[in-house]
């Protein structure tokens, strides 16, 4: 049997013997002896055991793994972490290292060593990113203005928590652009970058939430004062609207991440996918006036305007209740007046309520006066559909879906979007009036052109000067009979000389009835046409063009 350490230090039971007899005494010795052996014993074991977890732990091994309790196991061989990275590259020698975002080809070619000479850069540039370089670097100013309202955490000069730069907020910004205007997703964003999904995805939620407030602010302003009106409302006067400040229609967002609770009232019959509907206020110019924020698509036009803060002011006379305008009316059969209207009004479809401050086309009619005032008022109203074009053009997250949970993201989106187009718009000089008109009555006698001419002349006046243009509801395929084209052709020879009186009196436009007021202006609509007053808006005027 083996004998412990302890019991060889204490002695055997033999010791407890006195001439062949047992002695208590030496027993109760030999006991004390034994119990401060295996104490020392024990406590030597607990210090080895000790020593042998600190070096474990010095190994990088758990000490409660099967392993820390044995000793028989070889030492395991020291591991050390691989460095942590989104792209990495492999040097002349063969070592792999991080690729960090100051050293990827974004970086270099449009941050740290753009070609500022070079007119080719300067076009792929905007090509890529939607606006000229040096707007870029103007919107890079202002985002580190707002740095620490909106992106306190990629302060330059900042590190992360265990020591690393921050991205660069130049190139966060690049990202968010590359986003908005082509609809990558952060996955690509970051194989180019070299910054990791998640930073990507969290700076781009503050930019539209930047864009959203900082932007949108700045650059989609309601007209609310005399001077905004009259630069707003240029081009419809000499159109033949005079009080009209814009054109109004509503248009769908794909949104391919709505909850399920708000899926139902998200999908439209027109569509086939689940979407948020944005009502939009447009000058002539494509500059965006006012736009509501998301509503569910399957609200109709009638629902959306009722949301819409800047038409229901128009309605209730808030703002631009005291803008004066003129409009002609018969007195009598060889003189005009003019009366004297309050108020602005806009141009919408046929889907909105009826109205005075909202005025459609006509759906049905067979008088030429009134084809005519649908057809011109038709081809004005285009700007907001133009407009819906060079958002969803440009910034192609719109057209192709947004991919981001949340419908307040979505809105954000939105509202970024109008804002730089905006910008945009200032920057290409394009938000100035257009004073080049067209006149419907620029060559020829009574309006006539030959017809080599006729691709010079906008859409919109051939439309007003052709008798063939009318709507023909004859479901015969006989045509018109002789009589009618007589008729038609004898009324479109306008070739009037009034003499104008002013009326007394002023008459408020959002208290009168769409087909009230809409009937005024068709009256003052073909007058103009006859005394040769209109004007096709054009920024730059009579131009070849095919057709």
Not at 124 to 149: G, K, T, W
Not at 390 to 416: A, F, P, Q, S
């Amino acid at each position: 049997m083996a004998i412990s350490k302890a019991q060889f230090e204490a002695g055997s039971l033999s010791s407890c013997f006195k001439q062949g007899e047992w002695d208590p005494g030496l027993y109760g010795e030999y006991k004390r002896k034994l119990n401060e052996a295996e104490e020392i014993a024990t406590t030597e074991a607990m210090l080895d055991h000790g020593l042998s977890l600190t070096r474990q732990f010095a190994r990088g091994l758990s000490p409660f793994s099967p392993r820390s309790f044995s000793t028989s196991a070889p030492p395991k061989k020291l591991q050390r972490r691989e460095p942590k990275g989104v792209a990495y590259y492999t040097n002349e020698e063969g070592k792999t290292s991080v690729l960090s975002p100051k050293m990827s080809s974004w970086y270099n070619m449009y941050v740290a060593h753009p070609q500022i000479n070079s007119a080719k850069f300067h076009r792929r540039f905007r090509a890529r990113f939607r606006m000229p370089y040096q707007s870029y670097e103007d919107l890079c100013d202002l985002v580190i203005e707002h740095v620490d309202e909106y992106f306190a955490r990629w302060t330059p000069g900042k590190t992360d928590a265990v020591g690393n730069p921050c991205a660069p907020i130049e190139l966060l910004v690049l990202t968010s652009l590359r986003y908005l205007g082509r609809g990558w997703t952060f996955d690509d964003l970051s194989e180019n970058t070299a910054i990791s999904e998640e930073v990507i995805r969290l700076f781009f939620h503050q930019f539209i939430k930047f864009g959203a407030e900082v932007l949108f602010e700045k650059h989609v302003n309601e007209p609310r004062t005399a001077s905004d009106l009259e630069n707003h409302s240029h081009e419809y006067l000499v159109a033949g609207f005079p009080g009209a400040i814009g054109s109004m229609d509503a248009t769908h967002i794909s949104c391919e991440r709505v909850s399920w609770k708000e899926r139902q009232s998200h999908l439209s019959h027109k569509l086939p996918y689940t979407a948020r509907s944005f009502n939009l206020t447009v000058n002539h110019r494509r500059r965006i006036l006012s736009t509501t924020t998301g509503h569910p698509a399957r609200w109709n036009d009638k629902t959306l305007i009722t949301f819409d803060d800047f038409a229901m002011d128009l309605k209730e006379g808030k703002i631009l209740g005291d803008h004066v305008f003129e409009l002609y009316e018969k007195d009598g059969e060889d003189s005009v007046k003019k009366v004297t209207y309050r108020g602005v009004w806009l141009l919408v479809d046929n889907g909105y309520h009826s109205w005075a401050i909202t005025i459609p086309p006509m759906k049905i009619t067979t008088k030429r006066s009134q084809i005519r005032f649908s057809q011109w008022l038709e081809s004005m109203r285009k700007d907001v559909e133009c407009t819906f074009g060079i958002l969803k053009g440009r910034w192609r997250i719109l057209k192709t879906g947004i991919r981001i949970r949340g419908l307040e993201e979505v809105d954000r989106i939105w509202k970024t979007c109008c804002a730089l187009h905006n910008w945009l718009l200032e920057v290409d000089g394009l938000d100035k009036s257009w004073n080049a008109g067209v006149p419907s009555d620029w060559q020829g006698d009574l309006g006539k052109h030959d017809d080599c001419d006729v691709r010079y002349i906008p859409r919109p006046i051939r439309r007003l000067l052709s008798p063939q243009q009318r709507r023909n509801y004859d479901t015969s395929g006989m045509g018109i009979g002789g009589d009618m084209m007589k008729e038609q052709n004898h009324e479109v020879v306008p070739n009037i000389v009034e003499r104008v009186s002013h009326s007394n009196g002023e008459m408020v436009v959002r208290k009168m009835s769409m087909q009230q007021f809409r009937s005024k202006l068709v009256e003052h609509f073909n007058i103009a046409f006859k005394k040769r007053e209109l004007s096709w808006p054009s920024r730059t005027g009579l131009i070849p063009r095919d057709i």
